[in-house]
């Protein structure tokens, strides 16, 4: 799952408008921020196996320190806890968390089972909707348009940036998504995971940008 994270995130700023665009891209993809960490520090592991599922050539071997369901609870509740000392606003930061433990449970869908519960733990988890790329795109893709939707329906730019600058965003990050999905694949896994430490804190950035720039109706 990829833009349909950034959908979750999309809605929750409509959700709560008070916490920036760019704090929602972060909970919505903070599991796969840490995780390029943990590939480059040789903690979890990836295998660039093409064919795995028709979809992406991602053997997932080894990261149940982002990806298992435990941690990324963990992860959540450490991002909430964060963002209500900084903000002392319980709603929001119980919302900025729930966004941050969304991302498993979309990862769920479309991955193959390996998406451990737990750390050492043998069940492992997924639907498979990989395995059918018209699936896949129609899900994501429906995702994100409603998320979209339903954030640009509650807020308007006030100024130049935040008409183009959206869009320019939306732009982007579609061409990262098909790059991924049908471009060739990565030819190692240290490429992958500086690819989606940078894309993630670029995406990160521009949210924050492009938030200054805009605000809700009303």
């Known amino acids: 799952?990829?833009?349909?994270?950034?959908?979750?995130?999309?809605?929750?700023?409509?959700a709560m408008p008070t916490v920036s665009l760019g704090t929602w891209f972060v909970a919505c993809e903070l599991i796969d921020?840490?995780?390029?960490?943990?590939?480059?520090?040789g903690i979890e592991t990836v295998v660039i196996a093409p064919g795995i599922t028709v979809f992406s050539p991602f053997d997932f071997v080894h990261y149940p320190w982002t990806h298992s369901l435990l941690m990324c609870a963990l992860w959540a509740?450490?991002?909430?806890?964060?963002?209500?000392?900084?903000?002392r606003?319980?709603?929001?930061a119980t919302?900025?968390?729930l966004v941050v433990l969304s991302h498993w449970?979309?990862?769920?869908?479309?991955?193959?089972p390996d998406l451990p519960l737990a750390p050492g733990s043998d069940v492992k988890i997924g639907f498979g909707l990989w395995n059918s790329v018209p699936g896949t795109l129609v899900v994501e893709i429906a995702l994100f348009a409603l998320g979209l939707g339903?954030?640009?329906?509650?807020?308007?730019?006030v100024d130049r940036v935040g008409r183009y600058g959206l869009w320019a965003l939306v732009v982007l990050l579609f061409i990262a998504y098909t790059s991924t999905a049908f471009g060739p694949p990565p030819q190692n896994a240290a490429t992958i995971a500086w690819a989606g430490l940078l894309g993630g804190l670029l995406t990160a950035a521009l949210g924050y940008w492009i938030d200054r720039h805009?605000?809700?109706?009303g």
């Open 105 to 112: 449970f979309l990862d769920a869908l479309v991955h193959r």
């Open 150 to 157: 339903f954030y640009g329906a509650g807020s308007r730019p």
């Open 1 to 14: 799952m990829f833009v349909g994270h950034f959908g979750v995130a999309f809605a929750a700023k409509r």
């Open 33 to 41: 921020l840490v995780w390029p960490l943990l590939l480059l520090l």
């Open 214 to 217: 805009r605000s809700a109706k």
């Open 89 to 92: 606003n319980l709603i929001a």
């Open 95 to 97: 919302l900025v968390g």
């Open 77 to 87: 509740l450490g991002m909430a806890a964060a963002y209500w000392l900084l903000r």
